[in-house]
């Protein structure tokens, strides 16, 4: 549950480079490697969008039972 919200906040971060948004770098670079990412590798990489879908596809492979997703959408 907790890689959850941790992909959550990193897919809501890229989101908003995305769109030029500022970001603190700090908690993201924090929030990749706890998920086991190379922050450098995906902060500098050329394209932020293939990082982008780097982090949703890894998301995408949480195996998640509906009783978790009910938790998560209740906090």
């Known amino acids: 549950m907790n890689k959850a919200i941790l992909f959550l906040a990193v897919i809501e ?15 993201l670079v924090d ?10 590798e995906m902060l500098y990489e050329t394209n932020t969008i293939r990082s982008f879908q ?7 492979e949480l ?3 509906d009783e978790a997703l009910d ?4 906090e």
């Open 71 to 74: 938790t998560f959408s209740k």
């Open 63 to 65: 195996h998640l039972t």
């Open 13 to 27: 971060t890229m989101l908003e480079a995305l769109h030029h948004t500022e970001v603190d770098q700090t908690e």
């Open 31 to 40: 929030s990749l490697v706890m998920l086991g990412f190379d922050p450098i």
């Open 54 to 60: 780097k982090i949703c596809r890894a998301f995408a």
